[in-house]
């Protein structure tokens, strides 16, 4: 058993022996280091007002990505490295060029949200050399201005990509090698323990066999990986967690797996890491986790936590599920694995026994043939949570006979939920307007959608039901309809 949480803070190294399990980064940051660059705009990573970088040895590398301090538990950071905005000018208090370009195109007005578009653009241009303007844009979605109309910030993100991170002035570059040198003295596989002042305890398991130990003595222990979900619930909903569990670390659950059959991710990778296999092998599916929060939140968020948390309005669930997918539990007994529609049983209610957790997912690869397509409705394009969302898995013969047909939906049960009537008035029938028209209908026989303030039911099951007029129309739809539909979609 190790006895603190250790990081390194922009250069200098914490240890932490006690610590609240829920205390957030970006309190930590503002309380108690009175660094106070990062703001608290929403509490719950939407606005990226209180973005920094995290950065980990992965695989020997030095990985920083962007990430939502205000929902990033402290207790997460072992054997990191977080860099904060105070970290970037010089000494002498030159600005760093990320800066400087934010100042040159006039980026900044009132400057509250400019820390954290200024992190943003930092580790967009740490990554990426020369980015277009659509990369630029996708960078920026988790960052929110009120003033600027974004464009003065795009220009800004043009400019500074024609330097190179060099080591003359960029504070990472010179840092690098002494970076990774003392994250690997930080690196361990010892299990970490720590109480708080108020008796809570926090639990950093060093292999997923210690995890699942840990799960069998404490079956009730919130396990967190990417904080997407459980930071809300402690900064909006006040809950208080005990135990805490923290696998974001575990190597082991972060592999993702290419083979003839298809893909395996383990419960740990995040979108943003399963992102290039899932574009390159389903590419309805990448283009899903583009409009998945903004960037912070798919550098955090994993899909293996979008499954084990069930929500109804989960946006991966329903892609899986309309593509087969099967997800293996893991216990200190031996593991299991199950359709991953039958994982979800009811409102907040999974077939997880006590002790076990999501260890990974296997998603078929589709054929080469097979027609694949997944819609999400929600009422801003980016970084926002689903309406609906709804998937589609098709495959027809030569004669335009429907073979096999899947679809799912989230946002119109209690669970992420097939669409089983629909898939019985389409499957073994000719793929027409008329079959597609009669099927309509069965919607009314699979769902009974609510009304909440993101939709109404009536809205729901009405778009539900255009949706599958339009995966039709996609499918078997002349060149102009389909350029309709990819304007509309743009």
Not at 110 to 120: Q, R
Not at 146 to 163: D, H, L, M, N, S
Not at 177 to 192: F, M
Request: charged share 25%; proline share 5%; hydrophobic share 40%.
């Amino acid at each position: 058993m190790a006895d603190s949480i250790r990081f390194i803070l922009n250069g200098e190294d914490i240890a932490l022996a006690s610590l609240d399990p829920t205390e957030t980064l970006l309190d930590y940051l503002r309380l108690k280091r009175r660094l106070t660059g990062s703001k608290e705009g929403c509490a719950e990573g939407d606005c990226g007002a209180c973005t920094v970088l995290v950065g980990r040895l992965v695989s020997g590398r030095l990985v920083y990505e962007t990430v939502n301090a205000c929902i990033r538990f402290v207790g997460s950071l072992h054997a990191t490295h977080v860099v904060t905005v105070e970290h970037l000018a010089a000494k002498d208090g030159t600005l760093h060029p990320v800066q400087q370009a934010m100042v040159d195109c006039h980026g900044s007005q009132c400057g509250f949200c400019t820390p954290g578009f200024v992190m943003s653009l930092y580790g967009l241009w740490l990554t990426s050399e020369n980015p277009g303007r659509a990369e630029i844009e996708r960078a920026l979605q988790g960052n929110l201005c009120r003033c600027t109309g974004y464009e003065p910030i795009v220009k800004a993100a043009e400019q500074v990509a024609r330097i190179r991170p060099s080591a003359l002035f960029d504070p990472l570059e010179r840092e690098r090698a002494e970076i990774i040198a003392r994250l690997e003295d930080l690196s361990t596989r010892d299990t970490i323990l720590l109480k708080g002042t108020d008796g809570r305890s926090l639990v950093v398991p060093g292999s997923v066999e210690a995890l699942a130990n840990t799960l069998a003595a404490h079956p009730k222990a919130t396990v967190v990986a990417g904080a997407t979900d459980v930071g809300l619930w402690v900064t909006k909903q006040m809950r208080v967690l005990d135990p805490v569990v923290f696998i974001n670390h575990l190597e082991d659950l972060q592999k993702t797996t290419v083979s003839p059959d298809g893909i395996t991710l383990g419960a740990g990778v995040s979108y943003t890491s399963a992102f290039a296999a899932l574009r390159r092998e389903i590419p309805a599916f990448g283009r899903l986790i583009e409009r998945i929060g903004g960037q912070q939140v798919r550098n955090m968020g994993t899909i293996g936590g979008n499954v084990a948390n069930g929500s109804p309005i989960g946006d991966s669930p329903p892609a899986l599920i309309a593509l087969g997918a099967t997800v293996t539990l893991r216990s200190a007994s031996g593991t299991r694995t199950l359709p991953l529609e039958d994982f979800f049983i009811d409102y907040g209610k999974q077939d997880r026994q006590p002790g076990e957790f999501v260890e990974s997912l296997f998603v078929p690869r589709p054929k080469a043939e097979s027609h694949v397509a997944i819609y999400k409705i929600s009422k801003r394009r980016d970084e926002d949570i689903s309406a609906l969302c709804g998937a589609f898995h098709l495959e027809k013969d030569a004669a335009g006979i429907v073979t096999h047909i899947r679809i799912a939906f989230g946002g119109m049960a209690a669970t992420p939920k097939r669409a089983r009537s629909v898939e019985a008035a389409l499957y073994g029938k000719p793929l027409t307007q008329a079959t597609v028209e009669a099927a309509r209908d069965a919607f009314d026989l699979d769902y009974k959608p609510l009304t909440d303030w993101r939709a109404t039911a009536e809205y729901r099951q009405l778009t539900a039901k255009n949706l599958l007029t339009r995966f039709f129309l996609e499918v078997s739809g002349t060149p102009q309809e389909l350029q309709r539909f990819a304007v509309e979609e743009a």
